[in-house]
């Protein structure tokens, strides 16, 4: 049993009981919610004549079926189900007193970028949503789980989880990235080494030189795809560059607050002699930019390696039929295999620092004529941040189309979506087959600026090769200087 | 039918005082093999079909586009080739990715009550707990004779037995493993977790006020 862990400490604090099923009662601290997981929720509220216990801890948005066109926003949305689904949260939330980021409001976007953008998630909370990305916000020093509906309705009910405590690996990133190599490539990397079933009952806890190295965009990227390893949370303990990120976010303490409450942040950090379950370390020096070529997120390479023979892979059957279906061939690398469509955004990759990293591969460069290449901020914060700061123009000048805010692409649940089959470089989480909206459909998955450099060449490109700009836009921008909070 | 028809299942119908589910001690009947391993739940239930407000027709969309064809035709997939069953049998990491809960309402409506595999993600074994559907994890060797079993014998009887943690198929017992606290609710009848937690409101709302970020 791990002891001291930040994991340690944070269950600690938000445990309310033991429950006769053995597991705990867990308090959440922060509630996110959004249109596809939660009607059924208030549906058997409802049926048990429950209220939502603690309106003021849960915050939601719409991000799911929303389109990202400003024509397709208007009400009622075209299609009829998700207008249905829509107007369901807005009544929901508004009789339950919930705060919630509706089309209505510039702040609106995918629940794992609002959230940590506007200062609702710190460190040394627990934080769920009814989407398994709630791992993201580990990034903070919280724990972030997924969880279902049915678990909705208890968090709605009494503010609540019941849940076992799981155990802690300790996730050692070593080494130094080189230019060209990020977030992105860093959990892809782990995935691969720890296979997308090894998080199965743990929780990591991301450290090293490689972790401490990276921004916050970066770190919520590597907490995000805790579940594509399958572990249900992913943390990183607390910092300086957390609570500067942090400083001046509308929701989050200010002044005198804010330095009572780091205090609290900094006593949940693990301890120097903190156990561990486990403790795996995994080497990034001189990482290649990685590039998945199957069918699941641990089935990756770096660009610059050939692609690899099932019987080489940890499951030569899923891999064989992975590669029937992307049609890669083994023993190739994954350079210069042809894209028709570019997809930037995403609780992945899509937050400021995320297009800056792309606009500077796209500055002075044009779009494959063959591609179709979308630019999908995570949410209206992101969209008028980087539109301030005129980073929108590279994207559109380079041939993007620039699109509001949402899930988009990434699960196709509105009218983004891959046709037939298309191949997709994709800064988003999932390669199942399907995913991306079309069962002929292909992902792959790799970082914002190696899609970039996929939409401009129109085949997956090593982006160490290409010229980048310093800095695009004015670079003046914070992502909430311009935003109006009323916290 | 052969031999081993299957038997009743042991569902009471009756709630326990104070809860408003019945407690599943076994679950009888005959299997449906799904073959794979890190089967994702976007395959389970795609997410074109997550746009509703109920869970209603879920059990139409469960693994909908792989039991059809190009032309959109039924195949033989396994949950068109046997219909009736109720013990599912795949192998590891079954359930993984999205947390959607739709997932395993679409296999409980199809008529799924328990699931025998190698393992299963996370999320989604909670999200079985929550509505009631046993998980019973087993070697591999075990998982692969059992989806062996069912192909070469549709109709044979299996019993999925909670608190003994076993499969019984084809004369043989297997053991497996339940996680303690979905057996604990499968037995007592409370894998329905919102009222027992709402009888500790008012601690939750204690540890709400002692927490110093809830003034905000």
């Known amino acids: ?487 | 039918m052969s031999d081993d028809a299957p038997v009743a299942d042991d569902r009471s119908d009756e709630p326990r005082e104070g809860t408003a589910v019945p407690a599943i001690r076994r679950v009888a009947g005959t299997g449906v093999p799904i073959r794979g391993d890190d089967i994702d739940t976007d395959q389970i239930l795609p997410a074109r079909f997550l746009k509703a407000v109920t869970f209603d027709d879920m059990g139409e969309y469960a693994f909908y586009d792989q039991r059809r064809d190009d032309e959109g035709t039924l195949n033989d997939h396994p949950l068109n080739e046997f219909q009736g069953a109720n013990v599912l049998a795949v192998n590891d990491n079954f359930g993984c990715g999205s947390s959607r809960e739709h997932a395993p309402q679409g296999l409980m409506r199809w008529g799924v009550e328990a699931i025998v595999g190698e393992s299963f993600a996370e999320i989604f074994q909670d999200n079985c707990k929550s509505l009631g559907i046993a998980t019973l994890a087993v070697d591999h060797e075990d998982a692969v004779d059992l989806q062996d079993f069912i192909e070469a014998t549709p109709d044979a009887g299996i019993e999925v037995d909670v608190r003994e943690e076993t499969v019984q198929y084809d004369g043989k017992t297997v053991e497996g493993e339940v996680p303690d606290a979905m057996r604990e609710a499968l037995l007592e009848g409370i894998w329905d977790t919102t009222a027992v937690m709402r009888t500790n409101l008012d601690r939750a709302k204690a540890v709400n006020d002692s927490l110093p970020y809830t003034d905000d």
């Open chain 1, 1 to 487: 049993m791990s002891e001291g862990t930040l994991y340690d400490k944070v269950w600690e604090r938000h445990k309310v009981a033991d429950l006769p099923n053995g597991q705990d009662q867990l308090f959440i601290g922060l509630h996110l919610v959004h249109e596809v997981t939660s009607p059924q929720a208030f549906g058997m509220l409802r049926e048990r004549d429950m209220e939502v216990a603690f309106p003021d801890r849960t915050v939601a948005t719409t991000d799911h079926i929303v389109p990202t066109t400003s024509e397709g926003r208007e009400r009622p949305l075209a299609d009829e189900r998700a207008e249905e689904m829509l107007t369901h949260l807005e009544r929901n939330t508004e009789d339950a007193g919930i705060r919630f980021f509706g089309l209505d409001d510039d702040r609106q976007g995918i629940a794992h970028v609002v959230g940590p953008e506007l200062g609702f998630v710190q460190p040394g909370m627990t934080v769920v949503c009814g989407d398994s990305h709630t791992s993201t916000h580990g990034a903070f020093g919280a724990i972030g789980m997924g969880i279902g509906t049915s678990q909705i309705r208890d968090v709605f009910a009494t503010g609540s989880i019941s849940a076992d405590k799981k155990a802690v690996r300790r996730v050692e990133i070593t080494g130094e990235l080189g230019d060209g190599v990020g977030a992105k490539d860093v959990i892809l990397h782990v995935i691969r080494e720890l296979g997308v079933d090894g998080g199965v009952g743990h929780v990591y806890e991301y450290g090293g030189e490689a972790i401490r190295s990276l921004d916050m965009e970066g770190r919520l990227a590597v907490c995000n795809m805790s579940i594509e390893g399958g572990a249900r949370a992913g943390y990183i303990n607390p910092d300086e560059t957390t609570y500067e990120y942090l400083e001046g976010r509308g929701f989050a303490p200010e002044g005198e607050a804010f330095e009572e409450r780091k205090e609290y942040w900094e006593s949940i950090r693990s301890d120097e002699d903190a156990e561990y379950d486990d403790v795996v370390e995994v080497d990034a020096d001189g990482l290649a930019p990685q590039v998945s070529w199957g069918t699941n997120p641990e089935q990756v390479v770096g660009v610059d390696e050939p692609v690899p023979e099932p019987a080489e892979t940890r499951d030569p059957e899923a891999a064989e039929t992975a590669q029937a279906h992307t049609e890669v061939t083994p023993g190739e690398t994954m350079a210069e295999h042809e894209v028709d469509v570019a997809f930037l955004g995403t609780c992945t990759n899509g937050r400021v620092a995320d297009f800056r990293e792309a606009a500077r591969v796209l500055a002075g460069r044009a779009v494959d004529d063959d591609v179709r290449a979308l630019a999908v901020p995570g949410s209206g914060t992101v969209k008028r941040t980087l539109e301030a700061e005129g980073i929108h123009r590279v994207f559109k000048d380079a041939g993007f189309q620039w699109r509001e805010a949402g899930c988009s692409m990434c699960l196709a649940m509105n009218d983004d979506a891959l046709e037939g089959d298309e191949v997709c470089a994709s800064s988003s989480n999932r390669n199942y087959v399907g995913r991306q909206g079309s069962t002929e459909g292909r992902t792959h998955l790799m970082s914002p600026a190696m899609v970039a450099a996929a939409a401009v060449e129109g085949a997956v490109t090593d982006v160490r090769e290409f010229d980048t700009a310093d800095e695009v836009g004015s670079g003046s921008g914070s992502p909430v200087a311009d935003a109006e909070v009323d916290g």
